[in-house]
């Protein structure tokens, strides 16, 4: 097992082409929600095909977090290749883990291990959603780094090592559009070269709970900046949480399928 992960701002977003602001407006919930497919859909033609477990599909057959509130030790694993998804060891899959997520290597959180398996928190709908896979053909790694996202103060917390690294005012989602509660994960990294609000887009494995489409993507939550600082310590936002350039810079350091814990 490595110690850790790459990072989020890693060589997938250096070299980021035009195109991905598309993907990055599209695809979170500050601009983005069609809801995508779902575990058990059949294709044109009838023949069965398992879902991809991404931020873009549902898969309802799949058992949710039991202990959202819960500490993961850091463990993270990454696939080869698509790998399938059980809602338990050695039962049918219902799914498949791809090897890639928006563009990036998929890294995801390691909530249990047994011999042979490992049950990972998963990127698709409804939030919390977690699969078994097997522990074969997988890369671990150890992420040191831990996100704490406080709504009720709407502050976020930065940890390595178990020591704090900083503390932020950020904007967080408004009445309407409140961002989802819950244990989530630092799923992939976007920086378009022509960037709008944000020079980067951080996307995380969780989904707003009130829109299902918004701008075309799924709806996917993230960090990221805002031109104007008054909006910070507001609850304003479609979902996203917007953070102070400071911060951002400190998320991009952090690696992907870091836990990311979003509290009341």
Same mark, same amino acid.
């Given at each position: 097992?490595?110690? =850790?992960?790459?990072?989020?701002?890693?060589r997938?977003a250096?070299t980021?082409?035009?195109?991905?602001?598309?993907?990055?407006?599209?695809?979170?919930?500050?601009?983005?929600?069609?809801k995508?497919?779902?575990?058990g859909?059949?294709?044109?033609?009838? %023949?069965?095909?398992?879902p =991809?477990?991404?931020?873009y599909?549902?898969?309802?057959?799949?058992?949710l977090d039991?202990?959202?509130?819960g500490?993961?030790?850091?463990?993270?694993?990454?696939p080869?290749?698509?790998?399938?998804?059980?809602a338990?060891? +050695?039962?049918?899959?219902?799914? =498949?883990?791809p090897?890639?997520?928006?563009?990036?290597?998929?890294?995801?959180?390691?909530?249990?291990?047994?011999?042979?398996?490992?049950?990972?928190?998963?990127?698709?709908?409804p939030?919390g959603v977690t699969?078994?896979?097997?522990?074969?053909?997988?890369?671990?790694?150890?992420?040191?780094?831990?996100?704490?996202?406080? %709504?009720?103060?709407?502050?976020?917390?930065?940890?390595?090592g178990?020591?704090?690294?900083?503390?932020?005012p950020?904007?967080v +989602?408004?009445?309407k559009?409140?961002?989802p509660?819950?244990?989530?994960?630092m799923?992939?990294? %976007?920086?378009p070269?022509?960037?709008?609000?944000?020079?980067?887009?951080?996307?995380?494995?969780?989904h707003?709970?009130?829109?299902?489409?918004? +701008?075309?993507?799924? +709806?996917?939550?993230?960090?990221?900046?805002?031109?104007?600082?008054?909006?910070?310590?507001?609850?304003?936002?479609?979902?996203?949480?917007r953070?102070?350039?400071d911060?951002?810079?400190? %998320?991009?350091?952090?690696?992907?399928?870091?836990?990311?814990?979003?509290t009341?």
């Amino acid at each position: 097992m490595s110690d =850790e992960p790459p990072r989020a701002a890693g060589r997938t977003a250096r070299t980021a082409a035009p195109a991905l602001l598309v993907t990055a407006l599209l695809v979170t919930g500050c601009g983005g929600g069609h809801k995508g497919a779902s575990a058990g859909a059949s294709p044109a033609g009838g %023949l069965e095909k398992l879902p =991809e477990a991404t931020t873009y599909t549902t898969l309802d057959d799949l058992p949710l977090d039991a202990a959202p509130a819960g500490r993961s030790d850091g463990t993270v694993v990454h696939p080869d290749n698509a790998v399938p998804v059980s809602a338990k060891p +050695g039962a049918p899959a219902v799914a =498949e883990l791809p090897s890639t997520q928006l563009k990036g290597p998929t890294w995801v959180p390691v909530l249990e291990s047994r011999p042979g398996w490992r049950r990972v928190l998963l990127p698709s709908r409804p939030n919390g959603v977690t699969g078994w896979i097997p522990d074969s053909g997988l890369k671990a790694a150890r992420s040191s780094s831990a996100v704490k996202v406080d %709504l009720g103060d709407r502050k976020l917390t930065l940890f390595r090592g178990g020591r704090q690294v900083g503390t932020w005012p950020v904007a967080v +989602g408004a009445p309407k559009t409140p961002t989802p509660t819950g244990r989530t994960f630092m799923l992939a990294s %976007l920086a378009p070269e022509k960037p709008t609000y944000s020079p980067l887009i951080l996307p995380v494995g969780a989904h707003s709970a009130t829109l299902d489409t918004f +701008g075309g993507g799924p +709806g996917t939550v993230a960090f990221h900046g805002w031109p104007t600082k008054s909006v910070f310590g507001k609850a304003v936002t479609h979902g996203c949480v917007r953070v102070p350039a400071d911060a951002l810079k400190q %998320l991009a350091q952090v690696p992907l399928g870091t836990p990311v814990q979003i509290t009341d």
